[in-house]
């Protein structure tokens, strides 16, 4: 269940990016809410996770999904750019995080 919670804590801290720069464009209430939402929920699950996860594992793979998923998601929904070297080191990130997983 831990590794759900975790999984659960990186997908939520990538809206919490998302919502950041949301915010910056609309500046109301809503992105607000929505973007304390995003961090709360993932420190909540990460928190959560890191009961029975050694806490260096967890941390790592937390930032791994965080940092990976918000570079593909700015990606793929704000235009940034994709060249193959970007993606190379993403996907660098990601392996070392299913590394962790399978060592730990």
């Given at each position: 269940?831990?590794?759900?919670?975790?999984?659960?804590?990186?997908?939520?801290?990538?809206?919490?990016?998302?919502?950041?720069?949301?915010?910056?464009?609309?500046?109301?209430?809503?992105?607000?809410?929505?973007?304390?939402?995003?961090?709360?929920?993932?420190?909540?699950?990460?928190?959560?996770?890191?009961?029975?996860?050694?806490?260096?594992?967890?941390?790592?793979?937390?930032?791994?999904?965080?940092?990976?998923?918000?570079?593909?998601?700015?990606?793929?929904?704000?235009?940034?750019?994709?060249?193959?070297?970007?993606?190379?080191?993403?996907?660098?990130?990601?392996?070392?995080?299913i590394g962790l997983k399978l060592v730990g």
């Open positions: 269940m831990s590794w759900i919670f975790l999984l659960l804590a990186g997908l939520l801290e990538m809206s919490g990016v998302v919502m950041i720069n949301r915010y910056h464009q609309h500046r109301n209430w809503q992105s607000l809410l929505l973007l304390a939402a995003g961090f709360g929920g993932s420190f909540l699950f990460l928190a959560l996770a890191m009961k029975t996860l050694p806490m260096g594992t967890a941390y790592a793979i937390w930032t791994g999904i965080g940092a990976s998923g918000g570079a593909i998601l700015g990606i793929l929904l704000y235009r940034e750019p994709k060249d193959w070297k970007r993606l190379v080191f993403i996907s660098i990130v990601l392996v070392s995080a």
